[in-house]
């Protein structure tokens, strides 16, 4: 009787750990397949932030050479200094700003002990390009008398990643807690809404959507609405991006920005999203944005895939916008803060 008793408890014992197993099993299935404990391995349970040195590799690679140069010299020539220069405006930094921060560089090397080492040079090189990007203020804002929801408008030509800049920023606002409305005003563009609603669904956020070429202003205008009456504190709005040098598209975004800050709403940001990849282009599209808006801050996507990074250097210096935030990939937490002194530190190391 004893031996049949010691028999069945090990057969219970078996069965228990075969289905912890089991379910474990199981378990790492659902994360391979890519679902994971909170719906996709863009959770932040699982994936850490970005950094900036990782994914700004193909931009230093540009750099590169010419930094080794400098290295390998007692003192930089006149030609090592050139071609820093000419390898910050492969970078995208631009002519004139290469110029001045080759300029800024060299007074400070010259007058740092010991002269035009070569550390030296590189940390006159650092600490020009880090006072040039600093004194901005990058943090997005919200209404300061919490009387109704902040309005963020995005702007930016088709095929930038809009919607999806939207749609993580969404996600990392509504997880920090604040109520959160998605506005789909590119209405002339279906694949956007439908995009921005799965956004909406994936943060937890309310939407509101018009018919297709409906008038971006009032569906805009109904999200705000319809977030005051939630008591939702913030309108993430999404805008129609074509035709970027034409006159109807800058008129209808004055439109949109007019209408929004109407009602219950205050516009406090006005976000402008460019492609990294677009370099020097993306100024000729900035100039235009903020002629017709008031442009508050720029997020920069793509700029893992890019050797162009050198563009935020020329968007600040040249427009006065600060670099608010930056895509450093696909994945929902790869669209981070902007931190200059990173950026610098990334493109030098």
């Given at each position: 009787?004893?031996?049949?008793?010691?028999?069945?408890?090990?057969?219970?014992?078996?069965?228990a750990?075969?289905?912890?197993?089991?379910?474990?099993?199981?378990?790492?299935?659902a994360?391979?397949?890519?679902?994971?404990?909170?719906?996709?391995?863009?959770?932040?349970?699982?994936?850490?932030?970005?950094?900036?040195?990782?994914?700004?590799?193909r931009?230093r690679a540009?750099?590169?050479?010419?930094l080794?140069?400098?290295?390998?010299?007692?003192?930089?020539?006149?030609?090592?200094w050139?071609?820093?220069?000419?390898?910050?405006?492969?970078?995208?930094?631009?002519?004139a700003a290469s110029?001045?921060?080759?300029?800024?560089?060299r007074?400070?090397?010259?007058a740092?002990?010991?002269?035009?080492?070569?550390?030296t040079v590189?940390?006159?090189?650092?600490?020009?390009?880090?006072?040039?990007l600093?004194g901005?203020?990058?943090?997005?804002?919200?209404?300061?008398d919490?009387?109704?929801?902040?309005?963020w408008?995005?702007?930016?030509?088709?095929g930038?990643?809009?919607?999806?800049?939207i749609?993580?920023?969404a996600r990392?606002?509504?997880?920090a807690?604040?109520?959160?409305?998605?506005?789909?005003?590119d209405t002339f563009?279906a694949?956007?809404?439908?995009?921005?609603?799965?956004?909406?669904?994936?943060?937890?956020?309310?939407?509101v959507?018009?018919?297709?070429?409906a008038?971006?202003?009032?569906?805009?205008?109904?999200?705000v609405?319809?977030?005051a009456?939630?008591?939702?504190?913030?309108?993430?709005?999404d805008t129609?991006?074509?035709f970027?040098?034409?006159?109807?598209l800058?008129e209808?975004?004055?439109?949109?920005?007019?209408?929004?800050?109407?009602?219950?709403g205050?516009v406090?940001?006005?976000?402008?999203?460019?492609?990294?990849?677009?370099?020097?282009n993306?100024?000729?599209?900035a100039?235009?944005?903020?002629?017709?808006v008031?442009v508050?801050?720029?997020?920069?996507?793509?700029?893992?895939?890019s050797?162009?990074?050198?563009?935020?250097?020329?968007?600040?210096?040249?427009?006065?916008?600060?670099?608010?935030?930056?895509?450093?990939?696909?994945?929902?937490?790869?669209?981070?803060?902007?931190d200059?002194?990173?950026?610098?530190?990334?493109l030098?190391?």
């Amino acid at each position: 009787m004893l031996l049949i008793l010691i028999v069945a408890a090990a057969a219970l014992v078996i069965l228990a750990v075969s289905a912890v197993l089991l379910v474990r099993a199981r378990r790492g299935r659902a994360d391979d397949d890519g679902r994971g404990p909170r719906g996709g391995d863009d959770s932040p349970q699982t994936r850490s932030q970005p950094s900036l040195r990782d994914r700004l590799a193909r931009t230093r690679a540009v750099l590169s050479e010419s930094l080794a140069s400098v290295r390998s010299r007692s003192s930089p020539s006149e030609e090592a200094w050139n071609r820093l220069s000419e390898a910050l405006i492969r970078a995208d930094v631009g002519v004139a700003a290469s110029a001045e921060v080759i300029a800024g560089a060299r007074a400070r090397a010259a007058a740092a002990a010991p002269p035009e080492r070569p550390e030296t040079v590189l940390e006159s090189l650092r600490a020009e390009l880090t006072e040039r990007l600093g004194g901005h203020d990058r943090s997005l804002a919200y209404r300061a008398d919490e009387a109704g929801p902040a309005v963020w408008l995005f702007v930016g030509v088709n095929g930038v990643g809009k919607t999806t800049t939207i749609g993580k920023l969404a996600r990392r606002e509504a997880g920090a807690g604040v109520g959160v409305m998605l506005a789909a005003g590119d209405t002339f563009r279906a694949a956007a809404a439908e995009q921005l609603a799965s956004w909406a669904d994936r943060a937890g956020a309310g939407i509101v959507r018009g018919s297709p070429g409906a008038d971006p202003s009032s569906v805009i205008y109904d999200a705000v609405e319809s977030a005051a009456a939630r008591g939702a504190g913030l309108v993430m709005a999404d805008t129609a991006g074509r035709f970027h040098n034409r006159s109807n598209l800058m008129e209808e975004l004055s439109k949109i920005r007019r209408v929004a800050a109407k009602g219950a709403g205050e516009v406090t940001e006005t976000l402008l999203v460019l492609d990294a990849a677009t370099g020097q282009n993306g100024l000729v599209q900035a100039r235009e944005f903020t002629e017709a808006v008031d442009v508050t801050g720029v997020v920069l996507t793509k700029l893992d895939g890019s050797a162009k990074g050198g563009i935020v250097v020329a968007v600040q210096e040249e427009l006065g916008v600060p670099v608010k935030l930056v895509g450093l990939g696909e994945g929902a937490d790869d669209l981070v803060p902007f931190d200059e002194a990173a950026f610098v530190d990334a493109l030098l190391a």
